[in-house]
């Protein structure tokens, strides 16, 4: 005896149901949360470490803002200041001025080799990073976190306030 319309319409709902709740989970986890990604050109010779410490969270750190780093680096040496400056958190004002500014500062340096040495976190979503140049000069970049993503302290604004 065949099933009545209204449960087969109740399982082939519950069956999509379930391949649709699969099909988002598998995009959530598999995704890169990141809205910044490395070009193939400029390219840059970048190396993130963190600093030695008796914490294991700097260690991690690093391996953290290593991309955001990375790209940061790539921006400067390719200077535009309006990509530099997507690389800035969301909520902060005048990116874009303050992406000239680090541009004109430090874009030359970028293309040369580029040590990055992560601080040991003195909260877990705020980072310090000193960026040393080939030529000698040294940057520090101040990083904020926000849903799983960092961004730089690009302008102004408040660390800790999306």
Do not use: C, N
């Not at 840059?44 to 803002?65: I, K, R």
């Not at 293309?111 to 990073?129: C, F, I, K, M, N």
């Amino acid at each position: 005896m065949a099933a009545p319309a209204g449960k087969r319409l109740g399982a082939v709902a519950a069956a999509l149901a379930v391949v649709l709740t699969a099909a988002v989970g598998t995009w959530w986890l598999l995704r890169d949360p990141a809205p910044y990604a490395l070009r193939k050109t400029p390219a840059v010779d970048v190396t993130v470490h963190a600093v030695t410490s008796d914490y294991p969270e700097a260690g991690e750190l690093a391996g953290d803002v290593d991309p955001l780093l990375k790209v940061y680096v790539q921006r400067l040496a390719a200077g535009d200041a309006t990509d530099l400056a997507r690389l800035g958190a969301p909520w902060y004002t005048g990116r874009e001025r303050a992406a000239r500014q680090l541009i004109s500062r430090y874009g030359a340096q970028a293309g040369e080799p580029v040590d990055a040495l992560v601080r040991d976190p003195v909260v877990p979503y705020l980072a310090a990073v000193e960026l040393r140049f080939g030529d000698g000069r040294r940057q520090e970049v101040r990083l904020t976190r926000d849903d799983h993503v960092w961004w730089l302290q690009l302008g102004d604004g408040d660390p800790v306030a999306p």
